[in-house]
Nanobody
Framework: VQLQASGGGLVQAGGSLRLSCAAS????????MGWFRQGPGKEREFVAG????????YYADSVKGRFTISRDNAKNTVYLQMNSLKPEDTAVYYC?????????????????WGQGTQVTVSS
C-alpha cells in the first residue's frame, strides 16, 4: 500500500489549504481513511476520518466546522480541506488507512501511513 500526501505549504492565519492523499496498492472498500497531524514537540493526533464505503465522516473537536474530509473513489484519493487556519494547526499532516470498519482515532489503530506534508500557519 502506498499513500502519497501533498498540498502542504505556508499560509497566513485565516487562510485555507487543501491536502490530498493518493492511495494505491489495495482495495479500500470497507476501510477507513484518516488524517493525523504532529506539531513540534507534540504527539501525533487524530484530525479527521472517512469511511471509504458510504463516506461517513468524523472529526476531532479542534477542527470541527473548519476542516472537511472527502474522497474521490474514482481517483482513490482522500482530501482534507482546511479553512480558517490557525497557528496551532501548524504540523506535519499524515494520511493513514485503517483496515476494516469503525471510527478509529488512535494512531495505533491505523495500518498504513503516508510520508507526511508540512503545514505552517503564520500569525
Amino acid at each position: 500500500v502506498q499513500l502519497q500526501a501533498s498540498g502542504g505549504g505556508l499560509v497566513q492565519a485565516g487562510g485555507s489549504l487543501r491536502l490530498s492523499c493518493a492511495a494505491s496498492g489495495r482495495t479500500f472498500r470497507g476501510d477507513v481513511m484518516g488524517w493525523f497531524r504532529q506539531g513540534p514537540g507534540k504527539e501525533r493526533e487524530f484530525v479527521a476520518g472517512i469511511m471509504w464505503t458510504g463516506g461517513s465522516t468524523y472529526y476531532a473537536d479542534s477542527v470541527k466546522g473548519r476542516f472537511t474530509i472527502s474522497r474521490d473513489n474514482a481517483k482513490n484519493t482522500v482530501y482534507l480541506q482546511m479553512n480558517s487556519l490557525k497557528p496551532e494547526d501548524t504540523a506535519v499532516y499524515y494520511c493513514a488507512v485503517h483496515r476494516g470498519w469503525g471510527s478509529p482515532t488512535l494512531f495505533t489503530e491505523y495500518d498504513y501511513w503516508g510520508q507526511g506534508t508540512q503545514v505552517t500557519v503564520s500569525s
